[in-house]
């Protein structure tokens, strides 16, 4: 989008906040910031790449991120950027949807390329393809995930301006009552370099020990399928690999009891090396993987632990 | 409480082809109710389970949505009849048209207290026509709920994010977009599949909701398979110990 004078970006996450600045700034030529927070944090989003940061207020607890969402219209209405990103969290989603049907448009959803041309391309079909999309609007409306543009360092130098603007009030429909965080919610499994990843070849539970006993060995984390997180909450949310979860490039990637759909499979494809353990010869994954064993893997694991723990 | 379930049909992934100028063969691919709208239409039927009223379901696109075994797919799940608003030019629509043309037929049907929507349809997945739904109705709007609860006149509901749980109230109506493990969606029984056939259906067109003109405002320019990496494709078959020593010797030569 090589025409674009303004982009605005907004993001109730930090570390992806400083990602889309420093992506906007290889798209326009100025860039502004959405930003609710204190003078500080503006400082922090012109070293990240903003020319300009529109400070909305603060988080008060009688108020939801989304409650702002009136002020970014009114914002938005008034100086009329090229393009607004979002940050792809779900608040990010319900706000580009709600901006966008307030401005009578939609919205380019999970953008992973922004092209010199104007035009722009997502996943679709669980990665099974990539769409070019463009869009017609006056404000073009995106939301953008972490990893588009990559991270790069703050540069404390970079000078900008930052304006104080006036919340907007609006009747709020939804209140919030109550806040909890959410356990276990700390891996990142996307720096791993060796990963075991379990699918629905298991049958249970507790049999995950053996693919755990297997990641210890070789120095791996274990990673798996989204039904195994969502659905059968046998692992947490954030080891789930595909096109809705993480999506890395690990050096070696195992799967266990993993059939290889492409929701799961654009997650990994992009591994060095990718071994299947499936007992099904027709499973889509041999044809996605370097080495694989037609096999149970409740004989192959045990047989294969064994092997590990005497060749060491 | 009046209840309207939103879902998508769309083509089973499975049967995709691509061809060799990596475009999409979709004609041939068997079509299904977006695996992520079943819980939507699941919640709904436990709200009026717990509140009373009655669940519709609800589904705009091209003519293949009248499909009859498409119809009596969706109303085994449990709704107490359907509604369609076909055209053939709804086929491309973008999330606003989608949006529009839903809100249009929620308004015509009228008297509706709740809309559920599902996490994302299953073959393009903005996740963005409940959010945009629930702004075009101009009623209470939140997404990625995995908890309803009526009290009155309210909805409690919790909202799972990245990294925080909220417990929000939320008004009357309300258009809500839950997530996919808000709950087991079931596997309809012979006698609701046998029952199905005999529920209500409305079919509208676009000008019967009032919406000649809805213009699209993103362009879909191509779709196209990307380029996948070369894969050696050594594949041992049995699980007898040789074949396992086999797999070590392999495994062993990458951990180096
Ligand atoms: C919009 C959308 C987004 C999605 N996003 C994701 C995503 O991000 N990540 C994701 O993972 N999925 C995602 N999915 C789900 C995806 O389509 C698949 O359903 C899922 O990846 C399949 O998981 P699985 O391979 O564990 O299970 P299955 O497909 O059920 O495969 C289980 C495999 O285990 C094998 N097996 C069974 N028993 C044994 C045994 N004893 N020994 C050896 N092998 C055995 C079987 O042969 C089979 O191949 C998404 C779906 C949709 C519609
Ligand atoms: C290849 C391709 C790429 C596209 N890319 C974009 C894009 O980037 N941005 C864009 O705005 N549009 C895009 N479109 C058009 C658009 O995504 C869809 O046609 C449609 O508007 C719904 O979006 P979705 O399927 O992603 O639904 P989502 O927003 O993921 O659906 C959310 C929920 O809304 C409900 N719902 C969705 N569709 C219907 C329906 N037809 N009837 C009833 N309920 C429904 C369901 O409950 C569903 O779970 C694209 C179309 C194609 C063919």
């Given at each position: 989008m090589s025409a674009m004078k303004n982009v605005w970006v907004f993001s109730e996450k930090q570390d992806l906040l400083v990602e889309l600045c420093a992506g906007a700034r290889q798209l326009g030529e100025k860039v502004a910031v959405l930003l609710i927070g204190n003078p500080s944090a503006a400082d922090e989003a012109i070293k990240a790449g903003a020319d300009h940061v529109y400070l909305m207020g603060e988080l008060e607890d009688s108020r939801m991120v989304e409650d702002f969402l009136p002020t970014i219209e009114k914002l938005v209405a008034e100086h009329k950027p090229d393009l607004v990103m979002f940050g792809n969290t779900k608040r990010g989603k319900l706000m580009a949807g709600i901006l966008a049907a307030k401005r009578g448009t939609s919205v380019l959803a999970d953008v992973i390329e922004f092209l010199e041309d104007g035009t722009c391309k997502r996943r679709v079909y669980g990665g099974a393809a990539i769409s070019t999309i463009k869009s017609n609007a006056e404000v073009a409306i995106a939301t953008v995930g972490g990893g588009v543009f990559g991270t790069q360092a703050l540069d404390e130098s970079r000078q900008g301006t930052t304006e104080n603007v006036d919340f907007v009030a609006a009747e709020s429909k939804v209140k919030c009552v109550e806040k909890r965080a959410k356990a276990g919610a700390t891996v990142n499994l996307s720096a791993a370099k060796r990963v075991v990843a379990v699918g629905?070849?298991?049958?249970?539970?507790?049999?995950l020990k053996m693919a755990e006993e297997l990641a210890e060995l070789i120095g791996a984390e274990i990673g798996c399928t989204r039904p195994l997180s969502e659905g059968l909450d046998w692992l947490p949310r954030e080891r789930y690999i595909g096109v809705s979860g993480v999506m890395f490039k690990p050096d070696l990637y195992i799967t266990l009891g993993i059939s290889g759909q492409i929701q799961h499979m654009v997650g990994c494809n992009q591994s060095q090396t990718i071994i299947a353990v499936n007992k099904d010869k027709a499973a889509p994954i041999f044809k996605q993987a370097d080495y694989g064993i037609v096999g149970d893997l409740y004989k192959v694991l045990p047989m294969l632990i064994e092997k590990i723990k005497a060749g060491k | 409480m009046n209840v309207i379930t939103c879902y998508k049909i769309v083509p089973d992934d499975q049967d995709i082809i691509v061809r060799d100028d990596r475009t999409?063969?979709?004609?041939k691919a068997e079509l299904e109710i977006g695996q992520y709208d079943l819980p939507a239409i699941e919640a709904g039927m436990q709200v009026v389970a717990d509140a009373g009223g009655k669940v519709s379901a609800l589904s705009v696109g091209p003519k293949l949505l009248e499909n009859s075994k498409l119809k009596k797919a969706v109303l085994s799940r449990g709704p107490a009849d359907l509604y369609l608003v076909v055209d053939d030019s709804l086929a491309d629509a973008d999330t606003h048209q989608t949006a529009r043309t839903l809100a249009a037929a929620i308004q015509k049907i009228g008297n509706i207290d709740l809309v559920l929507c599902g996490e994302g349809s299953s073959d393009l997945y903005s996740q963005q026509v409940g959010a945009q739904l629930g702004e075009l109705l101009g009623m209470a709007n939140i997404n990625a709920v995995s908890k309803i609860t009526v009290e009155g006149d309210k909805l409690i509901v919790e909202r799972t994010l990245e990294d925080e749980v909220e417990v929000l109230e939320v008004s009357l109506p309300a258009v809500i977009s839950v997530t996919t493990d808000i709950v087991q969606p079931r596997i309809p029984s012979m006698k609701e599949v046998l029952s199905a056939g005999k529920k209500p259906v409305t079919q509208w067109s676009l000008a019967d909701i009032g919406l000649a003109d809805n213009p699209q405002t993103i362009e879909t320019i191509d779709t196209l398979a990307p380029e996948l990496a070369e894969r050696k494709q050594i594949v041992i078959e049995g699980d007898s110990e040789d074949a396992v020593n086999e797999l070590w010797e392999n495994l062993r030569q990458e951990l180096q």
């Open positions: 629905r070849g298991f049958a249970d539970k507790e049999d | 999409l063969e979709l004609g």
